[in-house]
């Protein structure tokens, strides 16, 4: 009953703001239909949405098990903290996240909680458990767009993060919107078609820059 209400959910975002990657083989629906929009309907999210999201990142997989990620979380409903998070990012980014149902300022400590000592993969890890995130907003019919147009300075101070911990990125999370309510140069922007190199550029055998061979 639960993967039938999700399914159906997931039917009406897909046509309201459907961008699949045209992929040169079959993969999983959810990656492919995820996209970064610039449109999303002015609504926050519910607790338990964002407590999915949370959730979703906890997780992830680590180095060493060290979950160096954490999380700022800016809800819509939740005016002062949407606002101090939304005007850490720039201008260009602010004109259309203005409109999503919570932001999150994800942060990767760089030191490892057990010992103190340097962790490489800080940021790595930390990129995973957003990705996470993100998937998981896509599987409840929610979008998320991806930022690292913000200012970091600012935001350290404005948060009081601590020396050992890097900024990572900011993720819009919402309810999908309608492009045709976008000003001209975001909705040319929302309509592009979406690029990737091929698999060629990115998958090799043997040596760097070797192709594995395609079919
Ligand atoms: C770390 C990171 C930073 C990004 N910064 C921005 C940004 O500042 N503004 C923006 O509009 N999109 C930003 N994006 C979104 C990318 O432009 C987008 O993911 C890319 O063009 C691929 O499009 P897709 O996500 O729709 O597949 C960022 C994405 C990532 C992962």
């Known amino acids: 009953m639960i993967a039938v209400n999700l399914w159906n959910r997931w039917k009406v975002l897909d046509l309201m703001s459907a961008k699949p990657a045209p992929t040169s083989v079959e993969i999983h629906s959810l990656i492919q239909h995820r996209w970064s929009p610039l449109s999303f309907r002015p609504e926050p999210l519910t607790k338990l949405q964002i407590i999915q999201i949370c959730e979703a990142a906890r997780w992830a997989p680590s180095s060493y098990n060290d979950q160096p990620w954490s999380f ?56 995973m458990a957003t990705f996470s995130m993100m998937l ?10 991806a930022m690292g147009g913000f200012n970091a300075v600012h935001a350290r101070a404005m948060y009081a993060i601590p020396e050992n911990c890097e900024l990572a990125s900011v993720i819009a999370f919402g309810h999908p919107g309608d492009a045709s309510n976008l000003p001209d140069d975001l909705r040319t922007r929302d309509a592009s ?23």
């Open 72 to 127: 700022l979380l800016a809800p819509r409903d939740d005016q002062a903290a949407f606002e101090k998070l939304l005007g850490c990012l720039m201008e260009a980014n602010q004109s259309w996240a203005k409109n999503c149902g919570l932001l999150v300022l994800a942060v990767a400590r760089t030191t490892l909680k057990k010992t103190g000592k340097p962790n490489k993969f800080g940021l790595h890890d930390t990129g």
């Open 136 to 145: 998981q907003a896509e599987a409840l019919g929610l979008r998320a767009h």
């Open 193 to 215: 078609s979406r690029e990737r190199q091929p698999l060629s550029q990115m998958a090799f055998i043997g040596k760097f820059g070797e192709p594995f061979p395609l079919p």
